[in-house]
Structure formats: C-alpha cells, structure tokens
C-alpha cells in the first residue's frame, strides 16, 4: 500500500487534517490525521475525483470557503 499524504491545507494548530492513499484495489482511503486510529473512508476513483473536482471548484457552502 502506498504512503499516507498530508492535505497542503493541513496545519500543525488544528486545521483541515485530511490524509489520503491510494489502496491494493485502487480505491482511496482517506482519514482524520489528528485522529488516525477511528479509521479511514474509503472512496472509489470517479467518487474522490468528482469530491476533488467540487472542491476545487468551490462548490460547497463551508464556513471555509467564505
């Protein structure tokens, strides 16, 4: 299995703590940095790409986002 990545939004006071990698049957696990041992999500490819993409562009109401 590959490496965990860090999300370049992740910071060491709290922030936005997301880790992900790709899994032996090409799915994407994602998980909670801070808390890495409640487990991880796991997301087919089309799913991840199509949450990246909305992401990208800015399409969830987040207090984040304003």
């Known amino acids: 299995m ?3 990545h860090k999300s ?3 910071n060491d006071t709290g922030g936005a ?3 992900t990698r790709s899994s032996p049957n090409g799915r994407i696990a ?3 940095s801070k808390s890495r ?3 991880i999500c796991l997301f087919p490819p089309d ?3 199509s949450f990246v993409t909305a992401l ?3 399409a969830f109401d987040t207090e984040h986002s304003r």
């Open 47 to 49: 799913t991840w790409t």
């Open 8 to 10: 370049s939004y992740s």
């Open 30 to 32: 994602a998980r909670d």
């Open 17 to 19: 703590c997301v880790e």
């Open 2 to 4: 590959s490496q965990w």
């Open 56 to 58: 990208r562009r800015d």
């Open 37 to 39: 041992t409640r487990g």
